[in-house]
C-alpha cells in the first residue's frame, strides 16, 4: 500500500491545495461547537485558528460574528487559497509545532489540523496552546481515539493522521491546567469528529 509523509503533512496539501479547496465539505456542521465557544468569548474577542486551511468554512464563520480571527496553516498553498477568501483577515505561515507568536487569544482552534501531527509530536502543543491563550481562555481541537495512526487519501495522495489515547489527551489537558467542557466522541452529525472543547485556567503555583 502507497504510504506518505508522516511527518510534514503541510507539504501534502501543497500538492493537494485545489483539490482540498474544492472537496472541503462547507455546510459548517461545525456551528454547533463554534456557537458553544462563542458563549465563551465577547465581541471583538481574539481567535487563533491553527491549520486554518483555507478558511471556508470555519474561519469565515467566525468573522461573521465579528470575531476577530488569525489564521495560521504552514501550506502555503493552502495560505494563497484562504487569503484570496479572506484578503482583510491576518494570515501567518507556520507550522503549528513551531509557534511562537508572542501574542495571547481568547480561544484556539485546530479543527481536522492538529491530527496531522505524530503522536509523538502532539504532547508538546499543549505547552504552546497554554503560551497562546489567554487565562479562561477555550481551546476547540479535534483528534483521534486511540493511540496510533491511520491513513486517509484525497487527491490521489496518502493523507497521515496520528493520535494519542483518550486518556493520554485528558491527562495532558489536565496537566497544562485546561479542564474539559466538553468530549464529543465521533459525532455522527459532524462527520464523525472526535471533539474536544476545554478550558484554559491557569494554576499559580506559589514556591
Ligand atoms: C483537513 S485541513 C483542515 C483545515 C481547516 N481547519 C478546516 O477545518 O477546514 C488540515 C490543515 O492543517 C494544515 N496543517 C497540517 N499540518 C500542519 C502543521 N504542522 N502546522 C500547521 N498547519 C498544518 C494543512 O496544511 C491543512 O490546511
Known amino acids: 500500500m502507497k504510504k506518505g509523509?508522516?511527518?510534514?503533512?503541510?507539504?501534502?496539501?501543497n500538492?493537494?491545495?485545489?483539490?482540498?479547496?474544492?472537496?472541503?465539505y462547507q455546510g459548517l456542521m461545525e456551528k454547533k461547537y463554534l456557537d458553544e465557544l462563542i458563549?465563551?468569548?465577547?465581541?471583538?474577542?481574539?481567535?487563533?485558528?491553527?491549520?486554518?486551511?483555507?478558511?471556508?468554512?470555519?474561519?469565515?464563520y467566525l468573522r461573521n460574528q465579528n470575531l476577530n480571527v488569525t489564521g495560521v496553516d504552514a501550506s502555503d498553498k493552502i495560505l494563497?487559497?484562504?487569503k484570496k477568501n479572506f484578503p482583510s483577515t491576518?494570515?501567518?505561515?507556520?507550522?503549528m509545532r513551531h509557534l511562537s507568536l508572542n501574542k495571547k487569544f481568547?480561544?484556539?482552534?485546530?479543527?481536522?489540523?492538529?491530527?496531522?501531527?505524530?503522536?509523538?509530536?502532539q504532547p508538546a502543543m499543549f505547552a504552546t496552546f497554554e503560551a497562546h491563550l489567554n487565562p479562561n481562555g477555550i481551546l476547540l481541537f479535534t483528534s483521534g481515539t486511540t493511540h496510533g495512526e491511520?491513513?486517509?487519501?484525497?487527491?490521489?495522495?496518502?493523507?497521515?493522521?496520528?493520535s494519542l489515547s483518550t486518556r493520554e489527551y485528558q491527562d495532558l489537558l489536565t496537566a497544562h491546567d485546561f479542564s474539559v467542557?466538553?468530549?464529543?466522541?465521533?459525532?455522527?452529525?459532524?462527520?464523525?469528529?472526535?471533539?474536544?472543547?476545554?478550558k484554559y485556567t491557569p494554576v499559580f503555583k506559589t514556591v
Not at 491576518?90 to 507550522?95: A, E, R, V
Not at 479543527?111 to 509523538?120: D, R
Not at 491511520?150 to 496520528?162: N, R, V
Request: proline share 3%.
Open 5 to 13: 509523509n508522516s511527518k510534514n503533512v503541510f507539504e501534502v496539501y
Open 15 to 24: 500538492k493537494i491545495a485545489d483539490c482540498f479547496a474544492e472537496n472541503r
Open 39 to 60: 458563549t465563551h468569548l465577547d465581541a471583538r474577542s481574539e481567535v487563533l485558528d491553527l491549520g486554518c486551511g483555507t478558511g471556508i468554512p470555519i474561519l469565515g
Open 80 to 82: 494563497a487559497l484562504a
Open 90 to 95: 491576518l494570515f501567518i505561515q507556520s507550522d
Open 106 to 121: 481568547d480561544a484556539i482552534i485546530a479543527w481536522h489540523s492538529f491530527f496531522h501531527l505524530p503522536a509523538e509530536d
Open 150 to 162: 491511520a491513513w486517509g487519501s484525497i487527491g490521489g495522495e496518502d493523507l497521515f493522521h496520528g
Open 181 to 198: 467542557l466538553k468530549h464529543q466522541i465521533n459525532d455522527p452529525d459532524c462527520g464523525n469528529a472526535n471533539v474536544w472543547m476545554a
